[in-house]
């Protein structure tokens, strides 16, 4: 049973940084799409950014481009999302998902969360102005 756990949140003032982390145990498919998510109390939980194992292939929120990147290191089973420039409403409790597939078909990574069916129990940020 594969599993995510997030790690590298806390607390920060805006225009700082942070560097989520998402740990992968358990079996995994090799063709996958794995991202971020972040929810503020109130909203609803909103793609950060993703990435496809299989070409590196990266997409992101238009709030967070040119802020946050995300990038993979497969030796490890670890996900990053490198937080620069922080802004207070980034905010949220920031989850990390998975989704894949054992054949060699294509993994969109621009899906709702609805269509990922793997979760961590998720990380909090708080940005203070």
């Known amino acids: 049973q594969v599993q995510l756990v997030e790690s590298g949140g806390g607390s920060v003032q805006a225009g700082g940084s942070l560097r989520l982390s998402c740990s992968v145990s358990?079996?995994?498919?090799?063709?996958?799409?794995m991202a971020w998510f972040r929810q503020a109390p109130g909203k609803e939980r909103e793609r950060v950014a993703s990435?496809?194992?299989?070409?590196?292939?990266?997409y992101y929120a238009d709030s967070v481009k040119g802020r946050f990147t995300i990038s993979q290191d497969n030796a490890k089973n670890t996900v990053y999302l490198q937080m620069n420039s922080l802004k207070p409403e980034d905010t949220a409790l920031y989850y990390c998902?998975?989704?894949?597939?054992?054949?060699?078909?294509?993994?969109?990574?621009?899906?709702?969360?609805?269509?990922?069916?793997?979760w961590g129990q998720g990380t909090q940020v708080t940005v203070s102005s």
């Open positions: 358990g079996y995994i498919y090799s063709n996958k799409c």
């Open positions: 990435i496809r194992s299989r070409d590196g292939s990266e």
């Open positions: 998902a998975a989704r894949g597939t054992s054949s060699y078909a294509y993994v969109r990574c621009t899906v709702a969360a609805a269509d990922f069916g793997t």
